[in-house]
């Protein structure tokens, strides 16, 4: 077996793994009690950073974590040498986030609107997870990977008749 086979693996593993990381870390700590940091991505304004952009230090903490893991010059003899492969990976999901998510969703660093296709079904995936007000309820908490938008929009009509969320009026339909 060629010896990049268990790197590559280990990335490619790592993306999936982060995504999963992703999802429950916005589901449960950023519209939890992680909110604090979380909210103004939920509110209209004009500034070029949020508190929200805070989360990125934290995934680049994790990816330098485990970098650090993996070399011998901070670990000396005692590296563990998947996790410079780990620490890859994390760091191209972030890679993959800032261009999925801030760029082709929010349009932060380029303007391109997708007609039809996987990307289209992210950008209405993640509007639908912005049509809730407030913290509570809510559809898509993942930032790559999409549910079908017509089921996204039956859950949160569900939510909104069940009392879970409060949907605004533009998107309710």
Known sequence: ????????????????????????????IMHG??????????????NVLEKNDLYALVGAGMSISM?????????GSATWWPATWIGLGILLYGVIYTLVHDGLVHQRY????PKRGYAKRLVQAHRLHHATIGKEGGVS?????????????AELKRQREAGIAVVRESDAA
């Open 1 to 28: 077996m060629p010896q990049w086979i268990a790197p590559f693996l280990i990335v490619v593993s790592s993306i999936f793994a982060m995504e999963w990381i992703a999802w429950s870390s916005h589901k449960f």
């Open 33 to 46: 009690w992680g909110w604090g940091w979380h909210r103004d991505h939920h509110e209209p304004h004009g």
């Open 67 to 75: 970098f650090a893991l993996g070399s011998p010059m901070v670990m």
């Open 110 to 113: 380029f303007r391109w609107v």
């Open 141 to 153: 908490f993942g930032f790559v990977f999409a549910r079908d938008p017509v089921k996204l929009k």
